[in-house]
């Protein structure tokens, strides 16, 4: 059976975000789940799909299983931070995130403020040590965020008509990532010279 995809898109954009949100989307056929997905992304629900339900906060993890907390916390900085609510599971996604940075060997320590040090939510903070932060932060891109980005991308793109898409310049649209890549290397390589360290650099690499 043909789907008309103006007319679903219009139904789901008239739904409020609780009864868009109870739509089990397993049931849709594909066409469906990318109008759906659609919609979910231009309202930033996009959590509510990835994550399993809501777990209570008197199922925080037990930090000791951690054991003791390391020496460069105090100077830690925070690579990611979910507040627990309602459609959320931070324990889990903080789990995915521990894990991407075990691979690569990134010290890391999760810590949780409890509701009545953050209003009504609990905190969880994702900690790594303040000189691994930005390669934390790249693993994470790559592991995490990055597939969930393409997912909601190829969403996007499926909802706009040929004429839509054939508008558009890939150029364009990583513009601005390629300013931001730019941007790091050239403060890195700034930094290098101002400490006269970058013909240290070019010779380690011969």
Do not use: C
């Not at 003791?68 to 105090?74: I, N, S, V, Y």
């Not at 931070?81 to 690569?104: C, F, K, V, W, Y």
């Not at 008509?161 to 403060?187: F, N």
């Amino acid at each position: 059976m043909d789907i008309d995809l103006g007319k679903l898109r219009q139904q789901y954009s008239m739904l409020n975000d609780e009864a868009l949100l109870e739509i089990d989307r397993e049931e849709l056929v594909d066409a469906a789940q990318q109008v759906y997905d659609a919609e979910l992304h231009s309202r930033n629900l996009r959590a509510a799909r990835h994550v399993a339900p809501l777990v209570g906060t008197d199922e925080l993890p037990d930090l000791e299983a951690q054991g003791e907390a390391p020496d460069w916390l105090e100077d830690a900085i925070a690579v990611m931070s979910i507040a627990q609510t309602p459609g959320s599971n931070p324990a889990e996604q903080m789990a995915d995130a521990r894990i991407a940075l075990d691979q690569t060997r990134i010290p890391n320590y999760l810590t949780v403020r409890e509701p009545a040090e953050h209003g009504d939510n609990a905190l969880y903070e994702l900690m790594v040590p303040a000189s691994q932060h930005l390669n934390a932060l790249s693993v994470l891109d790559q592991k995490l965020f990055n597939p969930r980005m393409e997912e909601d991308w190829k969403a996007h793109f499926a909802t706009m008509t040929d004429d839509e898409l054939m508008e558009l310049d890939a150029e364009d649209l990583v513009a601005g990532l390629r300013d931001r890549i730019d941007r790091l290397v050239r403060a890195y390589e700034d930094e290098l010279l101002k400490r006269g360290l970058a013909e240290l650099e070019t010779g380690s690499g011969d």
